[in-house]
């Protein structure tokens, strides 16, 4: 489990027994705004496959509702064979314009510089996504290169951990 900053968010791994859940996330329009990677789901089994390679994201539920409001993530990818971890932060409609976005990534961040020792994150956003770009500038990522991610023009942001604090 990942602890969030305000104590807002439960973040955990996925597990079976998430799958309805998460098949219903994948259908909300505001976590599939702004995709690169496209997680709506064709039914409870696709949902349970996704879960088993979910590799490195987690679920994120509010505390007060119990309810799955999103996914994060810190995936490990590879571009013009540098290796590199992305940071994800993705959140239904209802759950967005509430601070709980920044909420889920300064955690994810934390998580990467100081649990896992990562030397550098990487966000990948593409160009539309005001939101997240913001959020993104606001936990010190820096623009590096426009990229072509998944054939999706993309913003690759980079942060080193020694200018993270």
Known sequence: MISSPADRLIIRPFQEADAGEFFELAGDEGFNAFPINIYRQKDLNSALEWIHNAHGKYGVWEKSSGE??????????????????????????????????????????????????????????????????????????????????????????????????
Do not use: C
């Open 68 to 165: 799955l409001i999103g996914m994060g993530g810190l995936t490990h990818w590879v571009l013009d064979e540098e290796e590199m971890v992305d940071i994800t932060y993705r959140l239904r409609s209802s759950a967005h314009g509430r601070g709980l976005g920044m909420e889920l990534a300064t955690a994810l961040r934390d998580h990467a510089f100081q649990t896992m020792k990562l030397p550098e994150i990487t966000a990948t956003i593409t160009p539309d996504n005001v939101p997240s770009k913001k959020i993104a500038e606001k936990l010190g990522f820096k623009f590096s290169k426009h990229i072509l991610l998944k054939n999706v023009p993309t913003d690759l942001y980079r942060l080193a951990r020694e200018t993270s604090r």
